[in-house]
């Protein structure tokens, strides 16, 4: 008894044209971030930084005050780089 001819193989079945939506309500979340860039989303006191009454903030200054955001961005307030911070450099931070 002849053995059957192989049986050709049926056609792959085509891929699903209903590929599944993105799950909705995934959570995206995208922060910008810029280290160097003068802040102004708070205020500071002038008073309460120029502790000597100069008209000057000088670096210590702001150490002293804890304000760590000062702080890290004096180099940018302190427009002219003379390492204070006169009241027409931070008038963007005062209230
Ligand atoms: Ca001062
Ligand atoms: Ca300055």
Redesign the pocket.
Known sequence: MPAPPEAPQPPPPPPPTDAMPPPAGAPVTVREHAPDSVSSNYKVDWSALDKNGDGNVSRAEVRASGNDDLAREFHVV?????G???KE?MKGWLR
């Open positions: 302190d427009a002219n780089h003379n204070r911070l006169s450099e």
